[in-house]
């Protein structure tokens, strides 16, 4: 069974500080690893992640992914109190008809003033 | 540990049927939801229940219906589908009456093809 494993489940910090997330999966035949971010109704999509080493970059966020190691991490500098939500990481597979979508439990972040 | 699960995972129907996308949770959860994921669109919102029978439109909702008898149960409904609904559909529940940043569960999802 497909899994996906995030960590940690929730995680508080100060404004200013930069936070790691982690997200390590176990998944048949590997399409590509999405980063979302759910702080309202609908998580909104962050990244797309489909080839190892390739860092992915938006402002303050960033994310790589390590098919070797079957890992990935999102990166969050100079955080924000707007920064704080939840954070799923989603692996999608491919082939056969077997393709779609498995969500980890995602990461709640916190960040205080 | 919480389980959302959906009908199918695979389906195909033509252009004009009437589908049915059935979504079930064992976890008494309050609130669920049905999602499309499109590739470069991200999940969009189609539309959402918090509780027996209540449901409200999402960002997408023309095109579909839904309908929650029982609390477990949330189904999606394409009166007529059209090749536009080719899409991978996502159902997700969540605990709590805050919509806003409960913890949302998903199901495995339903590749949907129109012809």
């Known amino acids: 069974e497909d899994k996906v494993v995030q960590s940690p489940l929730s995680l508080v910090v100060h404004e200013g500080d930069t936070v790691t997330l982690n997200c390590s999966y176990e998944?048949?035949?590997?399409?590509?690893l999405l980063w979302y971010k759910q702080e309202k109704k609908a998580p909104t999509f962050l990244f797309m992640l489909?080839?190892?080493?390739i860092e992915k970059k938006s402002g303050r966020l960033s994310s790589i992914l390590d098919k070797k190691e079957l890992f990935s991490i999102l990166n969050i500098t100079a955080t924000q109190t707007g920064d704080s939500a939840i954070y799923l990481c989603?692996?999608?597979?491919?082939?056969?008809?077997?393709?779609?979508?498995?969500f980890g439990k995602g990461t709640h972040l916190i960040i205080q003033p | 540990d919480v389980k959302v699960t959906q009908s199918s995972r695979y389906l195909v129907k033509r252009t004009g049927e009437k589908v049915f996308l059935e979504c079930v949770q064992d976890m008494d959860h309050e609130n669920m939801f049905w999602y499309r994921q499109d590739p470069g669109l991200g999940l969009r919102l189609i539309y959402f229940?918090?509780?027996?029978?209540?449901?409200e439109k999402g960002d997408i909702p023309e095109g579909y219906s839904v309908s929650r008898e029982k609390k477990e149960r949330f189904s999606l409904i394409l009166e007529s589908a059209s090749t536009n609904q080719t899409s991978m559909y996502l159902c997700a529940s969540s605990w709590d009456g805050t919509i806003s940043t409960d913890t949302q569960y998903f199901g495995p999802g339903t590749r949907l093809t129109v012809l």
């Open positions: 489909t080839s190892s080493g």
């Open positions: 998944v048949t035949n590997f399409r590509s």
């Open positions: 989603a692996v999608e597979r491919a082939g056969g008809g077997a393709d779609g979508l498995t």
């Open positions: 229940s918090y509780d027996v029978k209540m449901k």
